[in-house]
């Protein structure tokens, strides 16, 4: 368990959503899926391996982070405040589509993404240049207005991938590499040393 004593620190704790129904496929800003059993389990799971000193919960409008959120909130008695700009990275043609559904219809474009995620995006999806800023500036906002509390953002990859790219200094194409679980979790930290994770 990772504990901070000092009352200048302000911490956030991001958790990524559960497992959704319907399986693998791609969920961006346009799909809009519950979270599964086993996804509900997940989170459940995570939050009681934290501390859980949360002075309040911050979330994702996307039912597969808020419906959790305010569950937890709930049960915690404390505020639960959803972010619009917190929303998944939207993925144009290939929302709501499988891997495979994908790579039948047109295999060099799904190739093309993983070689470059930058340029070569699904036709219609929201670009990187767009998306980065959008998180960096809601990032922003959270470290000044909740300065030295306690905070547990639940939102999506994405998300999480352009929070930890924002802190590292990481060029866009290196967040792409960056992977975590369903309900994964990780800990950013402010104070007099600085913005850091803590993993």
Request: proline share 5%.
């Amino acid at each position: 368990m990772i504990t901070t004593n000092s009352s200048l620190t302000t911490t956030i704790d991001l958790l990524r959503h559960g497992e959704p129904e319907g399986g693998q496929m791609y969920r961006g800003g346009g799909t809009d899926h519950l979270l599964s059993a086993s996804g509900w389990q997940q989170m459940h799971d995570a939050v009681n391996k934290s501390d859980q000193n949360w002075s309040e919960i911050i979330t994702s409008p996307m039912l597969r982070c808020k419906n959790f959120a305010m569950e937890l909130a709930e049960t915690k008695g404390i505020p639960c405040t959803e972010i619009e700009n917190l929303r998944e990275a939207g993925y144009g043609s290939w929302e709501g589509r499988r891997p495979e559904e994908i790579i039948k219809d047109n295999e060099n474009e799904y190739w093309q993404f993983f070689d470059d995620p930058v340029n070569c995006r699904p036709a219609h999806s929201e670009s990187l240049e767009i998306f980065t800023p959008r998180i960096e500036d809601v990032l922003n906002t959270l470290l000044e207005d909740y300065k030295a509390q306690h905070i547990l953002l639940i939102s999506h990859l994405a998300v999480t991938r352009a929070i930890i790219g924002t802190v590292l200094g990481m060029p866009l194409a290196s967040q792409q590499l960056i992977d975590m679980p369903f309900a994964g979790m990780l800990r950013l930290i402010k104070d007099r040393k600085g913005l850091r994770l803590v993993l």
